[in-house]
């Protein structure tokens, strides 16, 4: 299984941006999706965004035109460029990894919190 590990959250005001990175164990990019996603204590986990190497980039409408979505050249990390953050936003943000060989299993990080302060 790929192991993903994320980094970058924090704590911040409202109106700033941060960016979140998400390590793979490997080049992995050229044979999956890698998505990011956060989740509150209160609600279901919540797709942001996803970049495939077939597809390119996609993004939630929620956060459309305030996320970026990006990987390195190496395409062993994908990161989250997040603007303008809102404390609705605060939550916890994972990364994902889902094979297009559907008979591997799709891979999760164990997240980093983001709290945005009004």
């Known amino acids: 299984q790929v192991q993903l590990v994320e980094s970058g959250g924090g704590l911040v005001q409202a109106g700033s941006s941060l960016r979140l990175s998400c390590a793979t164990s490997?080049?992995?990019?050229?044979?999956?999706?890698a998505g990011w996603y956060r989740q509150t204590p209160d609600s279901t986990r919540e797709f942001l965004a996803a970049?495939?190497?077939?597809?390119?980039?996609r993004y939630a409408a929620a956060v459309e035109g305030r996320f970026t979505v990006s990987r390195n050249d190496a395409r062993t990390a994908v990161f989250l460029e997040m603007n303008d953050l809102k404390p609705e936003d605060t939550a916890v943000y994972y990364c994902?990894?889902?094979?297009?060989?559907?008979?591997?299993?799709?891979?999760w990080g164990p997240g980093t919190q983001v709290t945005v302060s009004s």
């Open positions: 994902n990894f889902i094979p297009f060989d559907s008979q591997k299993s799709v891979s």
């Open positions: 490997g080049q992995i990019l050229t044979s999956g999706t």
């Open positions: 970049y495939s190497s077939t597809g390119g980039p």
